[in-house]
């Protein structure tokens, strides 16, 4: 199996595995302490699932140094290591980012009513001194438990000159307690309207956050799921011959050119050519085809693929890191680190609002001080605090997770699973989408296609002799004949003196008569004439059917067809695509003949035929170098690289789990209809974000010239303390209000 050496980590890479990443900021912040390590040449950080790949002949303790230098920590990652490690961390995580929130909520809430509802006494008042310390004591201690990890992300990119949403979520909440806490004692020297305690806001705001972020943390701690089932693949031993006798070893102990055997019903250890014996093996997570491939003396194996039926020798090729299987795995990890992690909208736009605030309410304290009225300190020290409270980030918080969550559930509807929260960004911008053609485009399963009678003898009784004769096979196809027998209820005979020829087909007396049933090779080799026959079978062939001949003493009397049948479904969904100015292309292991035959039906005018795992990456790779925005559509475990390549990897939710956790978006009822309804969805989701985002702005933008005293001048009005409030209310009643539209928006 070729590779592309630039693209996958070689054996001069260090992995690493990074503890205490939370943002796209965290990311950059990692990237360029690792980059100004000497020796190292590239970094690539993958957040999904918090390593970095460094290229170089860097020191590996420098790096691990310089990690923690920039606020993070570190370890090297040797092997293909099991990701479930990873997954209890962000697990554990998660219940943390949880609890933090149920605390914060739980104390937030009475505080919010009590404030707004005239509970508690005012400030200055005797029970005002001895109640409110007690509120600023405790408000303090949640916001130390719920949101200190904000506080040190923010110190941390302050130290690096960069700013986010937890720059915004540290300065509003941080700023809302201590004001709140220096009026306690101090609201006698301050305006009248400024009197007003901030501490529920500040814990609430708290609550809502960490909600989202323990959201976000449990669906990205299911991306490593996709290495695990990969390495599942590969069975832990194998049975290797040494001096004459058959030993179970180890996996790692299996060195190139040795002898090994493989038992019906089990995996394929390594990488190998067949010596003795033939079978039957499933490779559908090689080439993606339902139909199993016979191999002979001299085909070759590949690890991972399953032994279906009879038992054979092979000698090992390719061990380790160079088998098809560990390639696949390279070809996901790299495909995953390449793909640019998307800053959340939020996240670039306080970028910017963070130290314009700041700016302002620097300004604002300098503004008051020297040209405001007695007291001018305790003016600016209210007008410059006040700036930083109202620009508090609750509705921005909001503004996307709601979104997506409101959008996540509406497509869980219908039938879409969103995996990741991007997916919900991007599917929208999609104009390429590349379809898998098996279990994708087709059902997956082969059946009975066509049954071609060539004698004087029915329908039925050639798919009775057929199924009849079959029922003693172990060969994945008679399981089609059976079905369809079934399924037209037809009784079968009783066969004897059954016989199996490898890789031709089978042989038995059926009510005293022979009957034979196989390819081609096997007429030759029973001396039966077919060539009368050779026009129909070779306009099955082309049309992407699997024919065989059914012979009964010696003479043809019938050929049954089987294929893998397009969904019902999928020609409609393509045209809806097309009409929508996407362009479709099918990527498919399969032969070049099949495959133009499904893609005609299917509406599909671009194809690529005989494509493996690694290359089908490499076209969606070279698509997106040519500037299209691409979908791949997938349900195999050969299209797992490719799914995590794309800009939006969608997984048929009835393939196989590796192509599922590999996707960000999974379409449950294996329906190509949903497709063009998720990239609808994503582009509705959007535009309700830019909304809530522009709702959210509103109010903060709107309350920030109020807040700093611009109105005093001319009116003598500073910013009420219950407007502030309202205001903070209202634009989350905005977003949330407007998110929810998104429950019932019709998608066209």
């Known amino acids: 199996m070729s590779t592309d050496d630039q693209a996958l980590p070689t054996s001069s890479d260090l992995r690493l595995s ?4 939370r943002c796209a900021g965290c990311v950059s ?4 302490a690792l980059a100004e390590v000497t020796g190292v040449n590239s970094v690539s950080v993958n957040f999904a699932d918090h390593s970095a790949v460094v290229k170089g002949a860097a020191d590996s303790e420098l790096l691990i140094q310089a990690v923690k230098a920039a606020g993070f920590d570190a370890a090297i990652m040797e092997g293909l290591e099991d990701p479930a490690e990873q997954e209890q961390l962000e697990l554990a995580r998660y219940r943390n980012l ?5 605390v914060a909520g739980v104390v937030g809430l009475p505080l919010m009513l009590g404030s707004h509802l005239g509970w508690f006494p005012e400030m200055g008042t005797p029970e005002g001194r001895s109640f409110w310390p007690w509120v600023s004591l405790i408000s303090l201690a949640v916001i130390i438990y719920s949101g200190l990890h904000f506080y040190t992300s923010a110190f941390k990119l302050i130290k690096l000159k960069q700013s986010n949403m937890d720059t915004l979520i540290a300065l509003g909440t941080g700023s809302a307690w201590l004001y709140s806490t220096v009026i306690i004692d101090y609201s006698d020297n301050l305006p009248s309207l400024s009197s007003h305690a901030y501490f529920e806001a500040a814990v609430v705001i708290l609550a809502f956050i960490n909600l989202g972020s323990a959201l976000e943390t449990l669906a990205r701690g299911k991306t490593s799921s996709a290495i695990r089932q990969l390495l599942g693949l590969q069975p832990r031993t194998a049975r290797v011959v040494r001096n004459g006798e058959e030993l179970d070893v180890p996996i ?30 499933d490779e559908s997570m090689l080439t993606g085809e339902s139909i199993p491939v016979e191999k002979l003396v001299g085909a070759k194996v590949v690890a991972g693929s399953m032994n279906l039926q009879g038992s054979f020798l092979f000698t090992a090729t390719h061990i380790g890191r160079d088998t098809a299987l560990a390639q696949i795995i390279k070809s996901v990890r790299q495909a995953q680190s390449s793909k640019p992690e998307l800053a959340k909208l939020a996240d670039k736009i306080a970028s910017v609002f963070v130290p314009v605030v700041v700016a302002i309410s620097v300004l604002t304290f300098l503004i008051w001080t020297i040209f405001g009225p007695d007291p001018s300190v305790g003016y600016a020290f209210v007008t410059s605090m006040t700036v930083l409270v109202i620009a508090c980030p609750c509705a921005l918080g909001l503004a996307t997770p709601i979104s997506v969550m409101v959008a996540v559930g509406r497509a869980a509807q219908m039938g879409i699973l969103i995996r990741k929260g991007d997916a919900l960004q991007q599917a929208g911008k999609i104009n390429c989408v590349v379809l898998d053609k098996t279990g994708t485009v087709t059902a997956g399963k082969p059946s009975v296609a066509s049954i071609s009678v060539l004698a004087e003898v029915p329908e039925q009784t050639i798919l009775q002799l057929a199924a009849s004769i079959e029922s003693g096979s172990e060969h994945p196809l008679a399981a089609s004949i059976l079905a369809e027998a079934s399924k037209r209820q037809i009784e079968l005979i009783k066969a004897s003196q059954f016989a199996a020829i490898p890789g031709q087909g089978v042989t038995a007396q059926l009510n005293d008569q022979a009957v034979a049933f196989g390819n081609a090779a096997l007429m030759q080799n029973l001396e039966i004439s077919y060539t009368e026959h050779g026009n129909r079978l070779d306009e099955l062939a082309r049309s992407g059917q699997t024919p065989m001949l059914l012979a009964l003493d010696k003479k043809i009397i019938g050929i049954i ?3 893998d049948p397009i969904k019902t479904d999928s020609a409609h969904a393509v045209t809806m695509l097309r009409n929508a100015g996407i362009r479709v292309i099918m990527l498919t292991g399969d032969n070049q003949i099949a495959a133009q035959t499904i893609a005609k039906q299917a509406g599909i005018d671009e194809v690529r035929a005989q494509v493996l795992p690694q290359d089908k990456a490499a076209v969606v790779k070279e698509l997106q170098d040519a500037g299209l925005i691409v979908g791949m559509v997938g349900d195999g475990i050969n299209d797992a690289p490719a799914l995590a390549q794309a800009d939006i990897g969608m997984a048929i939710g009835t393939g196989t789990d590796v192509a599922i956790e590999s996707a960000d978006i999974v379409i449950l009822q294996g329906s190509l209809l949903k497709v063009p309804e998720a990239i609808a969805l994503s582009k509705a989701t959007v535009i309700n974000i830019k909304q809530n985002l522009l709702g959210a702005f509103f109010y903060n933008t709107l309350s920030i010239p109020v807040a700093a005293g611009l109105l005093y001048p001319l009116f003598g009005v500073l910013l009420n303390p219950m407007i502030a409030g309202a205001a903070m209310a209202m634009s989350s009643v905005t977003v949330v209000s407007n998110a929810n539209r998104l429950r019932w928006i019709k998608l066209e």
């Open 18 to 21: 990074i503890l205490g990443m």
């Open 29 to 32: 912040a990692v990237e360029g």
């Open 98 to 102: 949880m609890q933090k929130a149920i």
């Open 252 to 281: 790692e102990e299996v060195g190139l050119g040795e002898t090994l055997r493989v038992r019906p019903g089990e995996k394929i250890p390594v990488d190998g050519v067949i010596l003795e014996g033939h079978s039957a093996i």
């Open 561 to 563: 067809a089987v294929a």
